[in-house]
């Protein structure tokens, strides 16, 4: 069974950053491509970034040049490094982690990511 377990979230001011990972608990973590969303109240949820195993990354408009995506094959996690935060940047941020031989996906519960002064 697949098992995603986010962490890194919290408070922080405007211009800010933080680190969230996201540890994916599989066999074969080479067969997914992992992607983080975020959810923010009463908006729908969206996508923001996904990486691939052989590094490939993708970036949604709103995030570009800000946040950075990495994975680590040795500890099955993956990384989104975000810079220069800004208010409507507040939500909550969840990975997915599609196996790319049956197209499932499997969501972790998510962090909470604030930016308040």
């Known amino acids: 069974q697949v098992q995603l377990v986010e962490s890194g979230g919290g408070l922080v001011q405007p211009g800010g950053s933080l680190r969230l990972s996201c540890v994916v608990y599989?066999?074969?973590?080479?067969?997914?491509?992992v992607g983080w969303y975020r959810q923010a109240p009463g908006k729908q949820r969206e996508w923001i970034s996904s990486?691939?195993?052989?590094?490939?990354?993708q970036y949604a408009d709103s995030v570009k040049g800000r946040f950075t995506i990495s994975r680590d094959h040795i500890q099955h996690t993956v990384y989104l490094q975000m810079n220069n935060l800004k208010p409507e940047d507040t939500a909550i941020y969840l990975c997915?982690?599609?196996?790319?031989?049956?197209?499932?996906?499997?969501w972790g519960q998510g962090t909470q990511v604030t930016v308040s002064s």
């Open positions: 990486i691939t195993d052989g590094g490939g990354t």
């Open positions: 599989v066999p074969s973590f080479a067969l997914y491509i």
């Open positions: 997915k982690a599609q196996n790319i031989m049956d197209r499932t996906d499997n």
